[in-house]
């Protein structure tokens, strides 16, 4: 019981290992879509919609084709097996056209006909016939295929063939004495197979044909062929269908493998095993990789560069300052300083486009980058490419060097729209300079009334008129004390003011930069990063998925 409990499980282990296999191909020819080969990408999900279709199906059966060269005895060969002449055997050639097929125990078996495209005239089913002999027993679950020759004229032929070569669980292929050597068979349907050396049985047809004294080394010149292809693992048998030689043999192997149910798995795992080879060999076998840290930064000082951001910041900087220290300097020499003009204006002047910027007015375009900076943007963004690409296979490299450089058409436009969307804020005055105005023009009228009181007390003196003694503040007079204290005070505090406008224009401008630097990176992100990421995703997808495939 415990027994047959653990066979149970290994079952359910096997068949969910080659679920997941078929899992992983699915998911890698998804993720190759459109980078790598198309027909390698075909080729991959084709298997893998094989696979999955055929694991659906009954696992009772196993699929077993015949096929060969025309005239090699495949029908001859079929009606031995099934014990009756079901298919034509003919002289002229080539005789079948049509896959037949006999059933040996129909239960569950119209699907998977039906997905071979067998039509039902061409369907024998063994256990509905009242000749069903003993003998016939280990042959149980059995899906015979007598196919149409491969090397025939005929097209309808060929494509019969192909599709059902890949469909069948197992292989019997016949070779006859004149033709076993063919390029036609060898080239196209045996040396390629070498991954499915578990599924194919090879047979030399006809022996009776040939002197006996020659069948050992015939026999030995098919085996070096097939080695040399790669096949030493496929069984090779001299039959003769017609005469029986060496047919039971060949029945006791088909039946081994049929009790065995192994073959459909078998095959399906090969299927999946060899189209996943076939796309990593295209898609290489290199770690995924992942965009470092510096890469991207050094990405984003190049767009930052080219979008002017260091010229901005800088006029940013002047503005501020000057603002700032106009708003909270002395207000004697500001009244002088109005004469001068506008700095902001100056600005303007100065930096183009920059100070359209600060000032708020046109604040649309940015600086156009140089020739030089758009060159450095774009080594920046080949370098970044070449980076994480390095050590893929040549479609992957081209598939992320188009990814990185698919938006840098658009990216002045990009630059420019993101940084006019940014509040700088850095020429707002301090919230301070109110107050700070306010106690320096305490001190100008201070300084005045001071003034205005000694000068009135000069004249009545000049005049001769007795004064009023002004009071006196320790030993200084107060309107003495008033027009020093005022001027001092003033000179003194605009003096600190300066002092703390440069502490607060140096927070802001580290604020704006912050900003600027962040839309920059934003845009770095839409229009270069993501994109490298989605084929880094893409490869990873792939290398996991082939991973999985491959076991
Ligand atoms: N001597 C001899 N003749 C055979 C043997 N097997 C088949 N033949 C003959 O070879 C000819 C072709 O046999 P078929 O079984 O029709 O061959 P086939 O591969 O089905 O041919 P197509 O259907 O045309 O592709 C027939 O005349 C058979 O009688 C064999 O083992 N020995
Ligand atoms: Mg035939």
């Given at each position: 019981m415990t027994a047959l409990l653990e066979g149970a499980k290994k079952l359910v282990a096997r068949g969910s290992d080659l679920g997941a296999r078929i899992e992983g191909l699915d998911a890698a020819a998804d993720g190759a879509r459109g980078r790598l080969d198309d027909a390698i990408v075909d080729d991959a999900r084709a298997a893998a919609d094989r696979a999955a279709a055929r694991i659906r199906l009954s696992a009772d059966h196993t699929v077993v084709g015949i096929a060969g060269a025309t005239g090699s005895g495949k029908s001859s060969t079929y009606n031995w097996l099934t014990g009756l002449d079901l298919s034509a055997v003919g002289v002229?050639?080539?005789?079948?056209?049509w896959a037949t097929a006999c059933v040996w125990?129909?239960?569950?078996a119209s699907e998977l006909l039906e997905w071979l495209g067998i039509p039902a005239r061409h369907q024998v089913m063994r256990d509905s016939m009242l000749d069903t002999r003993r003998e016939d027993q280990g042959l149980e679950g059995v899906v015979l295929l007598d196919l149409p020759d491969h090397d025939s004229t005929e097209l309808a032929h060929h494509l019969e063939v192909d599709r059902l070569v890949q469909l069948a669980d197992l292989l019997v292929w016949v070779l006859d004495p004149q033709k076993y050597a063919d390029a036609a068979i060898h080239d196209r349907y045996l040396a390629p197979y070498t991954t499915h050396q578990d599924v194919i049985l090879v047979v030399l047809n006809q022996i009776d044909t040939v002197p006996e004294g020659d069948r050992d080394s015939m026999v030995a010149d098919v085996r070096r062929l097939l080695d040399e292809e790669g096949l030493s693992g496929v069984p090779l048998m001299a039959v003769s269908a017609r005469e029986g030689d060496g047919m039971a043999e060949l029945k006791a192997e088909v039946v081994k493998r049929v009790a065995a149910k192994k073959s459909s798995r078998a095959r399906v795992e090969a299927d999946v095993k060899a189209a996943a080879g076939r796309l990593e060999e295209e898609s290489g076998t290199a770690a995924p990789r992942e965009l470092s840290k510096e890469r991207v930064a050094a990405l984003e000082d190049a767009f930052a560069d080219a979008a002017g951001v260091p010229t901005v910041i800088a006029a940013a900087e002047q503005s501020a300052r000057l603002r700032a220290r106009r708003a909270t300097g002395w207000p004697v020499t500001r009244v002088f300083s109005l004469f001068r003009p506008d700095p902001l204006k100056r600005l303007d002047l100065d930096l183009g486009s920059a100070g359209r910027h600060l000032s708020g007015r046109?604040?649309?375009?940015?600086p156009e980058p140089t020739p030089v900076e758009k060159a450095r943007v774009d080594a920046e963004v080949r370098a970044l490419a070449d980076d994480v690409s390095d050590g893929l296979t040549r479609p992957w490299v081209s598939s992320v060097r188009a990814a990185a450089s698919s938006g840098l058409p658009e990216l002045a436009g990009r630059l420019d729209r993101s940084l006019a969307g940014t509040d700088l804020g850095v020429s707002k005055i301090p919230w301070w300079a109110g107050l700070v105005r306010l106690l320096q023009w305490l001190f100008v009228l201070a300084a005045l009334g001071g003034a205005g009181w000694l000068a009135v007390l000069a004249v009545m003196s000049y005049l001769k008129v007795d004064a009023p003694e002004p009071p006196e503040v320790g030993s200084l007079p107060l309107p003495t004390l008033m027009l020093i204290g005022g001027v001092v005070l003033g000179v003194l505090f605009a003096l600190v003011c300066r002092v703390l406008v440069g502490v607060s224009v140096r927070r802001r401008v580290a604020v704006a930069e912050a900003r600027l630097r962040g839309a920059i990176s934003e845009v770095a992100d839409e229009v270069v990063i993501r994109p490298v990421k989605a084929e880094l995703a893409a490869y990873a997808g792939v290398r996991e998925g082939l991973l999985r495939a491959l076991g």
């Amino acid at each position: 019981m415990t027994a047959l409990l653990e066979g149970a499980k290994k079952l359910v282990a096997r068949g969910s290992d080659l679920g997941a296999r078929i899992e992983g191909l699915d998911a890698a020819a998804d993720g190759a879509r459109g980078r790598l080969d198309d027909a390698i990408v075909d080729d991959a999900r084709a298997a893998a919609d094989r696979a999955a279709a055929r694991i659906r199906l009954s696992a009772d059966h196993t699929v077993v084709g015949i096929a060969g060269a025309t005239g090699s005895g495949k029908s001859s060969t079929y009606n031995w097996l099934t014990g009756l002449d079901l298919s034509a055997v003919g002289v002229r050639r080539p005789t079948t056209s049509w896959a037949t097929a006999c059933v040996w125990g129909s239960e569950g078996a119209s699907e998977l006909l039906e997905w071979l495209g067998i039509p039902a005239r061409h369907q024998v089913m063994r256990d509905s016939m009242l000749d069903t002999r003993r003998e016939d027993q280990g042959l149980e679950g059995v899906v015979l295929l007598d196919l149409p020759d491969h090397d025939s004229t005929e097209l309808a032929h060929h494509l019969e063939v192909d599709r059902l070569v890949q469909l069948a669980d197992l292989l019997v292929w016949v070779l006859d004495p004149q033709k076993y050597a063919d390029a036609a068979i060898h080239d196209r349907y045996l040396a390629p197979y070498t991954t499915h050396q578990d599924v194919i049985l090879v047979v030399l047809n006809q022996i009776d044909t040939v002197p006996e004294g020659d069948r050992d080394s015939m026999v030995a010149d098919v085996r070096r062929l097939l080695d040399e292809e790669g096949l030493s693992g496929v069984p090779l048998m001299a039959v003769s269908a017609r005469e029986g030689d060496g047919m039971a043999e060949l029945k006791a192997e088909v039946v081994k493998r049929v009790a065995a149910k192994k073959s459909s798995r078998a095959r399906v795992e090969a299927d999946v095993k060899a189209a996943a080879g076939r796309l990593e060999e295209e898609s290489g076998t290199a770690a995924p990789r992942e965009l470092s840290k510096e890469r991207v930064a050094a990405l984003e000082d190049a767009f930052a560069d080219a979008a002017g951001v260091p010229t901005v910041i800088a006029a940013a900087e002047q503005s501020a300052r000057l603002r700032a220290r106009r708003a909270t300097g002395w207000p004697v020499t500001r009244v002088f300083s109005l004469f001068r003009p506008d700095p902001l204006k100056r600005l303007d002047l100065d930096l183009g486009s920059a100070g359209r910027h600060l000032s708020g007015r046109g604040r649309r375009s940015a600086p156009e980058p140089t020739p030089v900076e758009k060159a450095r943007v774009d080594a920046e963004v080949r370098a970044l490419a070449d980076d994480v690409s390095d050590g893929l296979t040549r479609p992957w490299v081209s598939s992320v060097r188009a990814a990185a450089s698919s938006g840098l058409p658009e990216l002045a436009g990009r630059l420019d729209r993101s940084l006019a969307g940014t509040d700088l804020g850095v020429s707002k005055i301090p919230w301070w300079a109110g107050l700070v105005r306010l106690l320096q023009w305490l001190f100008v009228l201070a300084a005045l009334g001071g003034a205005g009181w000694l000068a009135v007390l000069a004249v009545m003196s000049y005049l001769k008129v007795d004064a009023p003694e002004p009071p006196e503040v320790g030993s200084l007079p107060l309107p003495t004390l008033m027009l020093i204290g005022g001027v001092v005070l003033g000179v003194l505090f605009a003096l600190v003011c300066r002092v703390l406008v440069g502490v607060s224009v140096r927070r802001r401008v580290a604020v704006a930069e912050a900003r600027l630097r962040g839309a920059i990176s934003e845009v770095a992100d839409e229009v270069v990063i993501r994109p490298v990421k989605a084929e880094l995703a893409a490869y990873a997808g792939v290398r996991e998925g082939l991973l999985r495939a491959l076991g």
